[in-house]
């Protein structure tokens, strides 16, 4: 279970429990529920996603240590972990092949 593995890096960098980070990773993953490919990642997994989740959990959580843990750090280190760098939305639409019916109907062929 990947986000299990992340809220374990979590602990060893924050302290806590996995419970406490154990939410904020599955919500970065929930999108797998739409593919299992990596491209699920496209959702979330991105500069906006950090920011989505700032909004969805709070600008911080008290770890079961009592430290006070900003989201954007954990949202960053989900990033990280997984792509290696925080890439923006931009950087995923850029990569997406382009298809005709993306365009709208006056576009397709008939």
């Given amino acids: 279970m990947k986000p299990f593995r992340h809220s374990l890096s979590s602990v060893k960098q924050f302290g806590g429990k996995v419970e406490d980070y154990l939410p904020i990773h599955t919500w970065f993953d929930e999108s797998k529920s739409y593919t299992a490919e990596f ?3 496209s959702m979330r997994h991105h500069s906006q ?5 700032e909004k969805e959990f709070g600008y911080y959580i008290t770890n079961s240590d009592g430290k006070e843990v900003p989201v954007r750090t954990i949202g960053e280190q989900h990033v990280k972990e997984d792509m290696g760098i925080i890439p923006s939305v931009v950087d995923w639409m850029r990569a997406i092949a382009p298809a005709k019916w993306m365009a709208g109907v006056k576009y397709r062929k008939e």
């Fill in 39 to 41: 491209m699920h990642r």
């Fill in 49 to 53: 996603g950090i920011f989505q989740a």
